[in-house]
């Protein structure tokens, strides 16, 4: 099955800066990759996702770039503010075409955005 | 419109009893899939569903039954349930091809 790696665990950057979490995954048909945020006690929520047919999509402070060839999917927040502390999640699925698979999460990064 | 409602929030089992865990979503989505959360674990899915009348296996299934009677509804089911099973679960539903899971509140379960 789908494997997918998240780093760093734990990130801590100045208010204002940016901040770069990256995630690899091993299963090359994999072409769905969303970013979830979860705030402390609440549910995760998607912020963005990107599908393998595009390399960047940006909303905003958040990016997201995929690099098929080397199956690694970042995400990108500019401008750091507190209200961005919270554990991010990478996910891919595989979309077999007639029905969808389960997204396999990475194991999260914990942001923290120093006053 | 409700969104993703699971119940109950809370429950601490002892070793063996069984119990359900309710999901129900009011969107009208497809696809339906239970998580379970551990510290550094991130989330792992248990059982999914693509439609009534379909479940499969997720990355870690064992200890756990789903069924899927109606689109509304997707109860996960603790057989005998285990100090490993210790967790917070979460459901969580998309309108069917990979696309933006909504996820229920979470239902924290502790098992003694």
């Known amino acids: 099955g789908e494997n997918v790696e998240q780093h760093p665990s734990t990130l801590s950057v100045q208010e204002g800066d940016s901040a770069v979490i990256k995630c690899t995954y091993s299963?090359?048909?994999?072409?769905?990759f969303p970013w979830y945020k979860q705030e402390l006690g609440k549910r995760p929520q998607l912020i963005i996702d990107?599908?393998?047919?595009?390399g960047e999509k940006k909303d905003q402070r958040i990016a997201v770039t995929l690099n098929k060839t080397a199956k690694h999917f970042s995400l990108h927040i500019t401008e750091t503010q507190p209200e961005d502390s919270a554990v991010y999640f990478c996910?891919?699925?595989?979309?077999?075409?007639?029905?969808?698979?389960?997204?396999?999460f990475g194991k999260g990064t914990h942001l923290i955005i120093q006053p | 419109n409700a969104g993703v409602t699971q119940t109950p929030k809370f429950q601490v089992l002892k070793t063996g009893q069984s119990m359900t865990l309710q999901c129900a979503q009011d969107?009208?989505?497809?696809?339906m899939s239970w998580y379970r959360q551990d510290p550094g674990m991130g989330l792992r899915l248990i059982h999914y569903?693509?439609?009534?009348?379909?479940?499969d296996q997720g990355e870690v299934p064992n200890g756990y039954n789903v069924s899927r009677s109606t689109t509304e509804d997707f109860p996960l089911r603790l057989l005998s349930a285990a100090p490993s099973q210790t967790s917070v679960y979460f459901c969580?539903?998309?309108?069917?091809?990979?696309?933006?899971?909504?996820f229920g509140e979470g239902s924290r379960l502790t098992v003694l």
């Open positions: 569903s693509v439609g009534a009348g379909i479940t």
């Open positions: 990107i599908r393998s047919n595009v």
């Open positions: 299963d090359s048909a994999s072409n769905y």
């Open positions: 969107m009208n989505h497809e696809y």
């Open positions: 969580a539903s998309s309108y069917g091809e990979p696309g933006e899971l909504f």
């Open positions: 996910a891919a699925s595989i979309n077999s075409g007639g029905g969808a698979d389960g997204l396999t």
